[in-house]
Nanobody, 120 residues
Framework: QVQLVESGGGLVQPGGSLRLSCAASGSIFSINAMGWSRQAPGKERELVAVIRRGGSRNYADPVKDRFTISRDNALNTVYLQMNSLKPEDTAVYYC??????????????WGQGTQVTVSS
């Protein structure tokens, strides 16, 4: 019903930057919210950032001053600009989306994940 394609992960040194992107496709009437979660080795998955239909944004405290979530509504794409990366940011990052389908049903989907490694 809904497909998510993530890209932008990789290896970066501490202090560096990466930009993740996630494009949603399928039978989408509208997007309610798009966001990113992550799971670091040995840690629980946490929600990193979310942007909602009206444009409001929320960030997890550890990334609040360093990451920026944005979207391109025409492309059904969400971005996560990650600056001043720290080793603690190393994790698998997952795109997630809640869409309104053509039948009026809200539907949630998740991407396959993209690895972000911050290391010297």
């Amino acid at each position: 019903q809904v497909q998510l394609v993530e890209s932008g992960g990789g290896l970066v040194q501490p202090g560096g930057s990466l930009r993740l992107s996630c494009a949603a496709s399928g039978s989408i009437f509208s997007i309610n919210a798009m966001g990113w979660s992550r799971q670091a080795p040995g840690k629980e998955r946490e929600l990193v950032a979310v942007i909602r239909r009206g444009g409001s944004r929320n960030y997890a405290d550890p990334v609040k001053d360093r990451f920026t979530i944005s979207r391109d509504n025409a492309l059904n794409t969400v971005y996560l600009q990650m600056n001043s990366l720290k080793p603690e940011d190393t994790a698998v990052y997952y795109c997630n989306v809640e869409v309104r389908l053509g039948n009026g049903i809200d539907y949630r989907s998740w991407g396959q994940g993209t690895q972000v490694t911050v290391s010297s």
